[in-house]
């Protein structure tokens, strides 16, 4: 089955600083999404983003297929970005396959 | 628009026991997939319904199981319960089912003793 990397598997920022988190994956891929999970266990949907790039306030994401990678961007991070991010991928007729996430810790 | 809900949020469970997990979807949302979270493992994919039926299932054994009635809510059910079915259990839903945009519920941690 189709393999997810996520890099770093862990990052700590100081309070305002801006960080790139990268997803790998082996195969093509029909959807991709990323998300947060808070320290409560809750999954917060950030992107759908099966290609392109999209922006969400200071969060943006963009998706390379044909390279199989996809980056998500926090600029200006705040405390409040702590969590650990996943990106999950999808092909048709399969189910959605997580990463292993990158676990962010934001200092004040 | 309510979001995804599940019940109960936290259970504590003995070895050998049975347990049933309930997610209410999104009004309108027909398929409801469940994933177990735990430390080692990841996220890992258990199994999808979409209009009553069984649509995917993940690699785990029988003792998993699952429904979803015809209002689109789902349950799923673990029996003979083992100290490594201690997870943290999602469900998501999405409007038509397979890799359309997922949203979760806040999930269910079950702690097995």
């Known amino acids: 089955g189709i393999q997810v990397e996520q890099s770093p598997p862990d990052l700590i920022l100081q309070e305002g600083a801006n960080s790139t988190l990268r997803c790998n994956f082996s195969d093509s891929v029909n959807n991709l999404q990323w998300f947060h999970q808070n320290p409560w266990g809750q999954l917060i949907n950030l992107f759908y983003?099966?290609?392109g790039t999209k922006q969400n306030g200071r969060l943006s994401a963009t998706t390379v297929a044909t390279e199989r990678y996809s980056l998500l961007y926090i600029s200006s991070s705040q405390t409040t970005d702590s969590g650990v991010y996943f990106c999950?991928?999808?092909?048709?007729?399969?189910?959605?396959?997580f990463g292993p996430g990158t676990r962010l810790s934001v200092l004040p | 628009k309510a979001g995804v809900t599940q019940t109960p949020r936290y259970l504590i469970k003995t070895r050998g026991q049975q347990v049933t997990l309930s997610c209410s979807p999104i009004s309108g949302h027909r398929s409801v997939s469940w994933y177990q979270q735990t430390p080692g493992q990841g996220l890992q994919f258990l199994f999808e319904y979409f209009s009553e039926t069984q649509r995917n299932k993940g690699n785990f054994p029988g003792r998993f199981s699952g429904r979803q009635f015809s209002n689109s809510r789902s349950e799923m059910n673990v029996s003979t319960l083992e100290l490594g079915d201690s997870a943290l259990y999602l469900c998501a839903s999405n409007l038509a089912g397979g890799i359309y945009e997922q949203y979760f519920g806040p999930g269910t941690r079950l702690t097995v003793t």
């Open positions: 983003i099966p290609s």
């Open positions: 999950a991928v999808g092909v048709y007729g399969q189910n959605f396959v």
